[in-house]
């Protein structure tokens, strides 16, 4: 099985979503353009080697799960090779989020979203390793509106959550540096911290079982048996 999250998969390829998404959503569109000739070195970008998409041939290839993210300027390229696998008669498991951005999985501590992806990503590998037949539809995950109270309204649940990863973000970045700068004192730091962020990452996760709620919808689905 192959399992994809938010894949590169055909380097040559201007897909509407890296203009539409090119800016303001973690990666933009100029760090793509600059990761180009960093890939390339001399080699060739048709190679299906580096880019699978451009493979002439896609039949045979393992079953897939492809994770794709709405607001991610490489969204497309995940979406059509999707649909190239169906089209050489590979069952394909498409995950779309939304509401989502490139590297939102990296977050699962704070968004729903993310937890439900693995949790699914899980779910089709335990599936894959008991033998069950692959799974071939494409299902929409969005954030449903949370639970209750001050919560259930739109803009301060957005707000919370962004404070969620904003203080999830420096912790973690403050501390990669301090371990950078002195291991030592990083370590002491660290050991008599602990003992606050464990009530603070309670807190946290107790807010978030109520935040990004995801509320799934089936788009896709072939029944077993059938051809493409």
């Known amino acids: 099985m192959q399992v994809l999250v938010y894949p590169a998969t055909d380097l040559l390829a ?47 290839l393992p079953p897939a799960l492809i994770v794709t993210a709405g607001f991610d300027p490489i969204r497309d390229d995940g979406l059509c090779y999707a649909t190239q696998l169906r089209a050489a008669g590979v069952p394909v498991e498409l995950l779309h989020y939304p509401g989502q951005f490139h590297g939102f999985l990296n977050f699962d501590s704070i968004i729903g979203a993310a937890r439900d992806a693995l949790k699914r990503m899980g779910a089709s590998l335990a599936k894959t390793f008991r033998g069950d037949p692959p799974a071939d539809c494409s299902t929409e995950i969005s954030d449903q509106a949370p639970g209750p109270c001050l919560l259930s309204h739109k803009m301060p649940a957005e707000l919370l959550t962004a404070g969620l990863l904003i203080g999830r973000s420096t912790r973690q970045w403050s501390g990669a540096g301090a371990r950078w700068l002195s291991p030592g004192v990083a370590k002491v730091a660290e050991f008599y911290l602990r003992p606050w962020w464990v009530p603070a990452a309670l807190v946290r996760r107790t807010l978030t079982t109520y935040l990004n709620l995801p509320a799934a919808q089936q788009t896709y689905s072939r029944p077993l048996g059938t051809s493409s």
Not at 20 to 38: M, Q
Request: charged share 25%; glycine share 8%.
């Open 14 to 60: 201007e897909f509407p979503s890296k203009a539409e998404n090119g800016k303001g959503y973690f990666i933009s569109a100029d760090l793509l353009d600059s990761l180009r000739p960093l890939i390339e070195q001399g080699k060739d970008l048709t190679d299906p080697w580096l880019s699978p998409a451009l493979s002439p041939n896609l039949h045979g």
